[in-house]
């Protein structure tokens, strides 16, 4: 346990050294970008581990996973944050826990998750995941909705009960014309992010960046990077 305590205190340094030189580099303050946790398919005494480090923010993707870590780790002030492909059918479940979904990507999710973040008398925070690989009308492989789905999407986020319109979300694409180029897909969620803030002014959170890429987000102006293996390790699976 103190060893992968100790492990993990150098690999958060080492991302916290690559946050600030990222935010320097680009002339933001380093307050400017909050960092999330993926601590996806880790144990919840990791999750505590870097809870003691001071991680605030931590996310997860599988509800079947996420609900009992974050039931184990319910007693630390930890912001959750949900960023996978979600069912409706686990709406329930994950409003129990997460304050905040980054993977918000069609009408019936929202209806889902206003039901029963109203029944559960919480407010959810909502970022619409945008793909930026996915058909003019489409939906992404790996969820998504296409840039011309977003502002009727948000006008639905805004106004149902219960949720609260964040922002945006993206994952830099594999495919299509931005595989390759996270600099430039991450230049176009901000644009994005800008036409939603006109009739959105307070969804400013703008989600992109992990491990691979979280210095092309900083550059572009993300204000939240999902950080999972630099900070865990390598997972054993595709999770
Ligand atoms: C797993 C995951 C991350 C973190 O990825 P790493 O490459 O491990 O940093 C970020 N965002 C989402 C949506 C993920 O599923």
């Known amino acids: 346990m103190t060893d992968r305590r100790t492990q993990l205190a150098a690999n958060l340094a080492a991302v916290e050294e690559r946050i600030t030189g990222a935010c320097a580099a680009a002339g933001r303050?380093?307050?400017?970008?909050?960092?999330?946790?993926?601590?996806?398919?880790?144990?919840?005494?990791?999750?505590?581990?870097?809870?003691?480090?001071?991680?605030?923010?931590?996310?997860?993707?599988?509800?079947?996973?996420?609900?009992?870590?974050?039931?184990?780790?319910?007693?630390?002030?930890?912001?959750?944050?949900?960023?996978?492909?979600?069912?409706?059918?686990?709406?329930?479940?994950?409003?129990?826990?997460?304050?905040?979904?980054?993977?918000?990507?069609?009408?019936?999710?929202?209806?889902?998750?206003?039901?029963?973040?109203?029944?559960?008398?919480?407010?959810?925070?909502?970022?619409?995941?945008?793909?930026?690989?996915?058909?003019?009308?489409?939906?992404?492989?790996?969820?998504?909705?296409?840039?011309?789905?977003?502002?009727?999407?948000?006008?639905?986020?805004?106004a149902a009960p219960g949720l609260r319109l964040d922002g945006l979300m993206t994952v830099a694409p594999l495919s299509g014309e931005y595989a390759g180029r996270e600099r430039a897909a991450f230049d176009r969620l901000m644009d994005l992010s800008t036409d939603l803030r006109r009739d959105h002014p307070a969804a400013t959170m703008v989600s992109a960046g992990m491990s691979a890429d979280l210095e092309e987000a900083v550059a572009a102006g993300a204000t939240h990077v999902r950080v999972g293996s630099a900070v865990l390790g390598v997972r054993p699976r595709l999770g």
Do not use: M
């Open 29 to 158: 303050d380093r307050d400017e970008v909050t960092l999330i946790v993926v601590t996806k398919t880790y144990p919840a005494s990791d999750v505590r581990i870097l809870a003691g480090l001071g991680v605030l923010h931590v996310a997860e993707n599988r509800d079947q996973d996420a609900a009992p870590k974050a039931a184990a780790c319910a007693d630390l002030p930890l912001t959750w944050h949900f960023v996978g492909q979600l069912q409706t059918n686990k709406a329930r479940s994950v409003v129990g826990y997460a304050d905040v979904v980054h993977s918000v990507d069609r009408a019936r999710l929202v209806t889902a998750l206003s039901a029963q973040a109203e029944a559960a008398g919480r407010e959810l925070g909502c970022l619409i995941q945008v793909a930026l690989d996915a058909a003019a009308d489409g939906r992404g492989e790996r969820g998504g909705v296409a840039p011309g789905g977003i502002a009727e999407l948000a006008a639905l986020v805004a």
